[in-house]
């Protein structure tokens, strides 16, 4: 059988917008025999509960241009970047055929991307020790980072290691490169700022998206989204903040700090400042600094209120796992076919899990939990083993 052509990406569609709409569109324009995406479920990268559920989300993705989603399982969607990236390219990586990784960016071309990643994987004693000194500086992970590799490599252009999608577009490049996988990358820059919060012109972020509908502007996201998914989109945020808080007084201080990230002590200081404060977002501006930002802070409280331990992510991170079909183009189905003797399983129905490992079962587990809370956060009931067939209006 010949080789698949696809066009792949890592995405979270928090909520799925114009701009995800014209990345979807610049990879099919590559002729693939099929676009593939490997989404977040109910819970994503910063630590929030998902706008919308996850086969929601994984609908409107195949409506406006993907032919197959994938769930990535939760103990990497509440992980850090490199975990969050490694993990995507780990189940990206055993799907059949010739595949390439398209994902956003502020800025970058594709060889400043494999640069600074080959750098990255290779650290010299010296740029060790400037980081080092940067961070007990108090700067943030992020900027400390960027900071000792441009004092180090002078000549090389790190720009991509300021903003969000970049730091994420690295992540992906030097999994690949860790892992020897023959996947290729192609960045394709944004129209949008990702920390944007401005609702002009034809493009709109999706934390300005979802802020103006915390805000109780939805009408306003209209024009932003695929009339698809406007008509989805709830009126408020699903909210689990009392859950989160819960998990921190329920954990004592070693259960914390088995949590991914949670590092220097700062087991005692969720522990010290959570009995003093009424709600999480005086949490959070107690908990708040340069070094421990908002996102990381919010990852950590929800991988501990979901039980999500470092040493088992990073033990899924080594194993052979699954791949979970959220949702199917009507007309792709032949794919379930081309993509079934992949290394990690597929996982189309509930038999599909019965031969499961351990760590695939406890994995899968976590990601049925996940699917539990969501829907007492959310007040609505989803099929942890269900997989959607999509029929798509033919053009």
């Known amino acids: 059988m010949k080789p698949l052509k696809l066009s792949v990406a890592v995405c979270e569609y928090n909520p799925f917008h114009n701009g995800h709409k014209l990345h979807l569109d610049r990879m099919r324009e590559q002729s693939p025999d099929a676009v593939a995406v490997i989404m977040s479920g109910n819970f994503c990268q910063r630590g929030e509960a998902a706008l919308l559920d996850k086969y929601t989300r994984a609908r409107h993705a195949v409506l406006n241009g993907a032919d197959i989603v994938f769930e990535l399982p939760t103990v990497f969607s509440v992980a850090p970047a490199e975990v969050f990236a490694s993990g995507a390219v780990k189940l990206l ?173 700062l087991e005692n200081r969720l522990k010290a400042l959570v009995p003093f404060c009424k709600n999480m977002e005086e949490f959070m501006q107690k908990l708040e600094t340069r070094r421990y930002t908002r996102a990381r802070l919010r990852r950590i409280i929800t991988a501990n209120m979901l039980g999500i331990t470092k040493d088992f992510t990073l033990k899924c991170l080594k194993s052979n796992l699954y791949l979970k079909v959220l949702a199917i183009a009507s007309d792709k189905v032949n794919l379930l076919s081309a993509f079934s003797g992949c290394k990690n399983k597929l996982v189309t129905r509930k038999s599909d899990t019965d031969n499961f490992s351990v760590t695939q079962k406890l994995c899968f587990a976590k990601d049925v939990y996940a699917n539990d809370v969501y829907n007492l956060i959310a007040k609505k009931h989803t099929n942890e083993f269900e997989m959607q067939i999509v029929k798509r209006q033919q053009k």
């Open 93 to 265: 990586d055993s799907l059949y055929g010739e595949k390439t990784l398209y994902f956003g960016t502020e800025t970058g071309r594709q060889e400043d991307f494999l640069k600074v990643s080959s750098l990255l994987l290779n650290e010299t004693a010296e740029l060790k020790q400037s980081l080092k000194n940067k961070l007990n500086k108090g700067l943030p992970y992020a900027q400390a980072r960027f900071e000792a590799y441009r004092d180090t490599y002078p000549d090389c252009d790190f720009s991509v290691l300021t903003n969000p999608n970049g730091i994420l577009g690295i992540e992906y490049c030097k999994a690949i490169l860790k892992s020897g996988s023959k996947i290729k990358v192609q960045p394709i820059l944004r129209n949008t700022d990702y920390n944007g919060t401005a609702l002009d012109g034809n493009f709109a972020s999706a934390l300005a998206i979802r802020e103006a509908i915390s805000d109780g502007k939805r009408k306003k996201t209209k024009n932003f989204l695929p009339e698809n998914v406007y008509g989805d989109l709830p009126d408020k945020i699903p909210c689990f903040d009392d859950l989160m808080l819960y998990g921190v007084l329920r954990s004592d201080k070693r259960g914390l700090r088995e949590v991914l990230d949670c590092t220097e002590g």
